[in-house]
RNA sequence: GACAAGGUGGCCGAAUUGGUUAAGGCGUCAGUCUGCAAAACUGAUCUUUAUGAGUUCAAAUCUCAUCCUUGUCUCCA
């Protein structure tokens, strides 16, 4: 008996609108792919953000017990800088910049990309599939997209003939616009474009003699359009019709429009049954860019190296406040924010510590059951994480006051509650348990003790001048000083 | 300009297929603890849901108007 049997999901399907329930093409199987980054800078805050809340969903399902194949590409070519046929990617533009190879930058900014994730615990994907190492399959996509109609050639290039598709397929169907629509507002090119209509996207561009990322093709030495790269690689892991498809909501129009139109052009089907679209991330309300500087990078962010933040954050407590709203909002990063997550984060943490610890008793005085209905349920409904995130609040008060004596849970209550907890809390949302009374090294812990116990004294013989001092410098030092009712602990920050 | 998504307490954010007292966190106040604080825990506190109309027995949730924010329309998570 697995979870996923019990536990009904309900996904937001950007293509319906609407919250559908999941049901997966292969009874136990998920087929998931999300957009990756481009690699030619550092990895964008708001591109973690998506691929967080994807990492929560892989999460999920992994754990109702169902076997994901997680497919997130790296883009490391064929980014068209425009339109106007300059004939230079992204990557080679910046690879002239800094007078290295283009490889040597997707390279470079691959590591720093996987190095951000793992600092904030990601789980690596099933497959994690190149542009570049997919050119003959995009190469044969293209082949029958032509094949059926629905692709030309000029000069070398191939493009999409998007007015043919649309004469019997609906290409704004993700999008929700109409060719209509779209041919009155693009804006006028200079005219030198090969392509038969502005709203035409290309499948396979040549390269300029300049060009440094180039491969043979049956048209022209070239290099492969954008849009295709997904096309090709989630349909080659996943199969010409797969379950769930993710990504930024800034990529559904054109990229994900494109997909679609690709895939019915080439495999006559739909690709996708589910689309979820993350929201937007911005900073102190405004949006991240990088022409306005209103930007933080993830590692500015971690390491406090930066002029929006007061100071730095753990990798969990950025989790947690993404976890705290949902995935598909707007969500505004700013330092009230974080500190607030950080200290709800920590409470959590000290709840579940104290879990660890607590005793059974006779009886149950909290249903703990349902509680963990509850918590199924809100994350069945579309990743309600934030929803979840209450539960689990609320067993913390439960904790705290089976610790003080003023709750009980019977022996297999409190296994369930432990349970549940681990599950959610970790396994789930993929936080850390870094505990605050994170006591440094044993050195330190052994100086502080010691003072610990010159305070003791003081105390005792009511010398609360020398006492306070204590207390006061080590606080200056960042040692703070906890006295409870079993003695006095310390925890620094 | 066109299309799309939104505007909820001091702050962050749920609920938006209309229906019990609009989750939860942070903050604030009080209590417990303490020599006093801090921390921790417990309890309490605030909104009537951008604005103005309308539909309904009933609206944050539906309709219309206005203002504002954001996304897409050219590469972008």
């Not at 600092?119 to 099933?126: A, I, K, R």
């Not at 109409?178 to 005219?191: K, P």
């Not at 990088?290 to 406090?304: A, F, H, I, R, Y």
């Not at 879990?355 to 963990?372: I, Q």
Request: with cysteine; aromatic share 10%.
């Amino acid at each position: 008996m697995h979870l996923y049997e019990e536990q009904k999901i309900q996904i937001y399907n950007t293509l319906s609108g609407k919250k559908e329930v999941f049901k997966p093409i292969q009874d136990g199987y998920v087929g998931m792919y999300v957009c990756g980054p481009t690699v030619y800078s550092n990895v964008h805050l708001g591109n973690v953000r998506t691929f967080m809340s994807f990492d929560m969903v892989f999460r999920y399902l992994k754990h109702l017990g169902y076997k994901v194949r997680y497919v997130r590409n790296i883009t490391d070519a064929g980014h068209l800088e425009n339109d106007a046929d300059v004939g230079e990617d992204k990557i080679t533009k910046k690879a002239r910049l800094e007078q290295i190879e283009p490889m040597e930058v997707v390279q470079r900014y691959t590591v720093d990309f996987h190095n951000i994730l793992k600092t904030l615990n990601f789980l690596p994907p099933s497959i994690e599939p190149t542009a570049t190492g997919h050119i003959i399959e995009q190469i044969e996509l293209i082949k029958m997209i032509i094949d059926n109609g629905f692709a030309y050639e000029v000069n070398g290039s191939v493009y999409f003939d998007v007015h043919k598709f649309n004469e019997n397929h609906d290409y704004g169907i993700l999008s929700k616009r109409n060719l209509e629509d779209l041919i009155h507002n693009t804006r006028a090119l200079d005219g030198q474009s090969d392509k038969k209509n502005p709203q035409d996207f290309a499948l396979w561009k040549r390269a300029e003699p300049q060009h440094i990322m180039r491969w043979p093709s049956p048209w022209s030495d070239g290099f492969p359009g954008w849009h295709l790269e997904c096309t090709a690689m989630s349909t080659k892991y996943l199969g010409d019709n797969f379950d769930i498809h993710g990504g930024g909501m800034d990529l559904k129009f054109p990229h994900h429009e494109c997909e679609i139109a690709q895939s019915e052009a080439a495999k006559k089907q739909a690709p996708v049954n589910y689309w979820m679209h993350a929201n937007m991330l911005h900073l102190n309300g405004q949006r991240m860019s990088k022409s306005t500087g209103n930007v933080v990078n993830p590692n500015e962010l971690l390491s406090g190296e930066n002029t929006f933040f007061s100071k730095a954050f753990a990798p969990s407590v950025i989790r947690f406040f993404n976890a705290q709203s949902s995935y598909r909002s707007v969500l505004d990063l700013t330092d009230d924010g974080l500190l607030a997550s950080e200290k709800g984060f920590f409470r959590l943490m000290d709840a579940i510590n104290v879990l660890e610890e607590l005793k059974a008793g006779d009886s149950s005085t909290f249903d703990v059951s349902e509680w963990r209905r509850k918590c199924y349920d809100a994350m069945n409904d579309d990743f309600n994480s934030p929803i979840l995130i209450a539960h689990l609040f609320e067993a913390a008060k439960q904790i705290n006051q089976i610790k003080d004596g003023n709750a009980s849970l019977a022996p297999k209550d409190l296994e369930l509650l432990k349970k549940t907890m681990n599950d959610f809390t970790f396994d789930v949302l993929g936080l850390v348990n870094v505990s605050k009374a994170d006591t440094g090294t044993d050195k330190l812990a052994g100086a502080v003790e010691l003072l610990i116990e010159l305070r003791q004294q003081a105390r005792a013989n009511k010398d609360f001048a020398l006492s306070d001092k204590i207390r006061d410098d080590l606080a200056a030092k960042g040692i703070q000083l906890n006295d409870g009712k079993d003695g006095t602990t310390f925890t620094t920050n």
